[in-house]
């Protein structure tokens, strides 16, 4: 069974603050992670996607992935109000295959 | 990225009946992807859609239920049959693009009394 586990939270920050969100897979074959964003009756938005061990940096995001211990975590650095929303992180098996979702954080950036 | 559409964006229908939602994508993609999202949860895999060939279900979901049509590389379809309100969800569309990534259409939210 491919599961992908995130704490459902809410997780509360400040604004300005450093949001940690974290997921851990249980198919050592997974190839990508993806991290999503998803506003209250919208579709998934691409946040970052990495496919390598170690960290991947992106204007206020960073993705971090440990292949070894089958975790990756997204962090968002200067959280502001408008961060707030559920994140999904998503793993898949190389290419176009399709994706497998955890649950989703919500997070909550309080001014 | 390419832009990718949806329609209708939402519905409400009688218990019984089928909608047919439409997914087009602005440039040609060979994997196209449907997702149920029921309320308060993640996303589901439904089928993978490649053109020209029949859609692959994945388990709990079956081709009576769910017909999807791929006639081309920009266009697929999502036929939820003979409906009731557990089928209530949030329908996404996605597609593949290199680097090997996906990106979502706006979503399709069905509700069904």
């Known amino acids: 069974q491919k599961e992908v586990e995130q704490n459902s939270g809410p997780l509360s920050v400040p604004e300005g603050a450093i949001a940690s969100l974290n997921c851990t897979y249980s198919?050592?074959?997974?190839?990508?992670f993806f991290w999503y964003r998803q506003y209250s009756g919208k579709s998934p938005e691409l946040i970052m996607f990495i496919y390598s061990n170690g960290d991947k940096e992106d204007g206020r995001f960073t993705a971090q992935l440990n292949k070894a211990s089958q975790y990756v975590s997204l962090l968002i650095r200067d959280s502001q109000p408008s961060d707030s929303a559920t994140y999904l992180c998503?793993?898949?098996?190389?290419?176009?295959?399709?994706?497998?979702f955890g649950k989703g954080t919500r997070l909550s950036v309080i001014a | 990225s390419a832009v990718i559409s949806q329609k209708p964006s939402r519905d409400i229908c009688q218990r019984g009946t089928s909608l047919t939602i439409q997914c087009q994508v602005d440039s040609q993609v060979t994997m196209m992807f449907w997702y149920r999202q029921q309320p308060g949860q993640s996303l589901t895999l439904i089928a993978t859609a490649n053109q020209g060939s029949e859609a692959t279900y994945e388990s709990g979901f079956v081709i009576d239920k769910f017909p999807i049509s791929r006639p081309n590389l920009t266009f697929s379809t999502l036929t939820v049959s003979n409906m009731s309100p557990e089928d209530s969800s949030i329908y996404l569309c996605s597609f593949g693009l290199q680097p090997p990534t996906q990106y979502f259409g706006p979503g399709t939210r069905l509700t069904v009394l």
């Open positions: 198919d050592r074959g997974s190839q990508s």
């Open positions: 998503a793993v898949n098996w190389g290419g176009n295959t399709p994706l497998v």
